[in-house]
């Protein structure tokens, strides 16, 4: 899954494709790099960000969606937790909703997932992105963000949203500390033994820098190592920034498994 932040404020690339001409070349270079799906948000998620109005997500967002629909063939994500911005997304070809509140931020959300074809991501966040790095705590992060996400997966099966569309992410980043992220990379078991397929976004996270001392602009590198390490203990999707380096890495991964056994 490739990242495409039509932002000025994301911790990564904040601005660099907020135009609606650089996201939406930027969404074709990482469809020749490999991605499988384009993931496309309007709203910074970082901690400590604010939220963005709904007029101003629906201008970044909507019309990029729109012209990738028309060039691509691969799914198109959308990162939101606004029921309206879903609502035209799907209209405008988005075929995934990605939200990082698990519905949990806008109760309209349910009624625009339900009512479409769409897949539909959901994720464990402590608080919220202003406060979600304010002193989080667990007893058992593994137990805890996979009971969290093993509930939210009953509830909207119960309220008509088939588990085939749905698809688990531990919230790497989001209200964790490095210790919490690098047990939940290291222990996916659990959340798989939910049936559902797990995404994982490791891409240039903080927990990347702080164990190798390097800023953001220098984290490829860590970046691919957290990829593979996250294919090898049971990864469906990799939401990344930097889709060539990964997806190589986890195909040569994937290639030595697949040997495993052979004469």
Not at 187 to 209: A, C, D, M, Q, V
Not at 219 to 246: E, K, M, P, Q, S
């Amino acid at each position: 899954m490739g990242i495409v932040n039509t932002t000025p404020d994301s911790f990564s690339d904040g601005g660099k494709f907020l135009e609606h001409r650089s996201a939406v070349d930027h969404a074709l270079r990482l469809v020749d790099e490999g991605a499988d799906i384009i993931d496309v948000g309007g709203q910074s998620t970082r901690p400590g960000s604010d939220p963005v109005s709904l007029d101003e997500e629906l201008r970044r967002v909507v019309p990029v969606v729109d012209e990738l629909r028309r060039r691509l063939t691969v799914p198109i994500s959308v990162d939101t937790s606004k029921a309206e911005t879903a609502r035209r997304a799907i209209a405008a070809g988005a075929q995934i909703i990605n939200d990082v509140t698990s519905l949990r931020d806008d109760p309209a959300m349910l009624d625009v997932v339900a009512d479409s074809d769409a897949g539909l991501v959901i994720m464990h966040m402590l608080g919220t992105p202003k406060t979600m790095q304010d002193n989080p705590t667990y007893g058992d992060v593994v137990a805890e963000v996979t009971a969290f996400l093993g509930e939210r997966v009953e509830w909207l099966t119960s309220r008509g949203i088939a588990a085939e569309r749905i698809a688990v992410d531990p919230g790497i980043g989001f209200g964790k500390r490095v210790e919490h992220n690098l047990r939940l990379l290291r222990e996916l078991g659990p959340l798989g033994r939910l049936g559902r397929p797990i995404l994982l976004g490791p891409s240039r996270k903080n927990l990347i820098g702080r164990v190798l001392n390097r800023p953001v602009d220098q984290r490829v590198f860590g970046t691919v190592g957290a990829c593979v390490a996250c294919f090898l203990r049971g990864a469906h999707i990799l939401r990344v920034h930097d889709v060539a380096a990964a997806r190589d890495a986890v195909l040569v991964a994937h290639a030595i498994e697949q040997a495993a056994g052979q004469p």
